[in-house]
C-alpha cells in the first residue's frame, strides 16, 4: 500500500489526466487544489513529514487554519502526474493563523505549489464561508473554446451566462447560478486571487479572460463535470457564431422558466431577462 492508493489521490490523479487528454493543459497550464476530509488526514498521515520547514504565505488567509490540500506544483506538467505524482503534486498543511505552510507529503525535488496557491486557498475560503464544509475541489483549466469567446463577448456575467446556458438544454441546471466574468488579470498573484474570490461567494465558475476557467465544486466529478459542460457550451457557441452572428431560434426565458420549475433550481431574475 502506497499513499498514491488512497481514494482522494486516485481521484485527484485521474481529474489531471482527465483534464490533460481533453487538451486542457498544454506544458504547465492549469492547476488543481483538494481539501481533505479529516478521515483523509487519518488515513494519509502515517506518510507525513510534520517536521518539513515551514513557509510563509505572501499574506494569511483566515478560515483555513490547520487545513491540508493536495495541490499540483508550479510549473509542472499535468501529463507528467499519473507517471510521477510524487514529484508533481504534494500535501500541504497550513498552520492555525492560515499564514503559514509545509510541505508533509510529495512535491519532491524542491517542487512548490502552484503559482496560482493564493487564489486556490483565497477560494476556498471563500466557499467555506458561503457554503460550509461541503466544497473540497478548486481548479482551474485553459479551456480553448472559453478563452476564444473572451475576444468575441462583452466580458460581462450576463451575456456570457445567457449565451452559455442557450446552448445545451442542461446547462441552466448544472450551472444554475451563472458564470463569473473577470477581465485579464495579472496571474499568479493576490489580485487574481482577491477579485476571484470576491465572485466565487456567488459563482462556482470564474472566467479569467483571455486565460481560462477557475471554478469550484463539491467533488471531483461535480467539478470536473462543470468545467466540461461550459467548456462543452462554449465550444457550440464558438461553432453558431462561426457559421452565423445571427441564430434562427434558441431557448428562450420561457423555455428557462419551465427548466427551473421542472428540475427544482432558482435561476437568478438578471439572467431571465
Ligand atoms: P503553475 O504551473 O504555477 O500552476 O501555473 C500554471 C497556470 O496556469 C497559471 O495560471
Ligand atoms: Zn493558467
Given at each position: ?40 488526514v ?42 510521477n ?12 493563523k ?16 502552484t ?35 473572451t ?6 456575467a ?45 459563482y ?34 464558438i ?35
Amino acid at each position: 500500500m502506497n499513499i498514491t492508493d488512497l481514494g482522494f489521490i486516485k481521484g485527484f490523479i485521474r481529474m489531471a489526466a482527465d483534464g490533460y487528454n481533453k487538451g486542457w493543459h498544454e506544458r504547465n497550464g492549469g492547476n488543481l487544489t483538494y481539501r481533505l476530509k479529516k478521515s483523509e488526514v487519518e488515513e494519509a498521515c502515517s506518510w507525513f513529514n510534520q517536521n518539513a520547514p515551514l513557509i510563509k504565505l505572501d499574506s494569511a488567509i483566515p478560515g483555513l487554519g490547520g487545513e491540508y490540500f493536495l495541490v499540483t506544483g508550479s510549473g509542472k506538467f499535468f501529463r507528467n502526474i499519473e507517471q510521477n505524482p510524487n514529484e508533481n503534486i504534494g500535501i500541504c498543511k497550513l498552520d492555525e493563523k492560515g499564514a503559514n505552510y509545509r510541505v508533509v507529503w510529495g512535491l519532491e525535488n524542491d517542487a512548490v505549489p502552484t503559482s496560482e496557491f493564493p487564489s486556490h486557498l483565497m477560494n476556498h475560503a471563500a466557499k467555506i464561508r458561503a457554503k460550509g464544509d461541503s466544497y473540497r475541489v478548486v481548479y482551474h483549466c485553459h479551456t480553448t473554446n472559453i478563452i476564444a469567446l473572451t475576444f468575441l463577448l462583452p466580458l460581462d456575467a450576463n451575456v456570457f451566462t445567457r449565451s452559455l446556458w442557450e446552448m445545451i438544454t442542461e446547462c441552466s441546471i448544472v450551472f444554475p447560478d451563472g458564470v463569473g466574468v473577470m477581465p485579464w488579470v495579472l496571474c499568479g498573484g493576490f489580485e487574481i486571487a482577491e477579485k476571484s474570490a470576491e465572485l466565487m461567494k456567488d459563482y462556482d465558475v470564474i472566467i479569467w479572460a483571455h486565460h481560462g476557467i477557475f471554478c469550484a465544486g463539491e467533488d471531483f466529478d461535480l467539478t470536473f463535470g462543470l468545467a466540461d459542460t461550459i467548456e462543452k457550451a462554449a465550444e457550440i457557441l464558438i461553432k453558431v457564431l462561426s457559421i452565423s452572428p445571427d441564430k434562427l431560434q434558441t431557448i428562450t426565458t420561457e423555455n428557462f422558466k419551465e427548466l427551473a420549475k421542472a428540475f427544482n433550481v432558482t435561476l437568478p431574475e438578471k439572467f431571465l431577462n
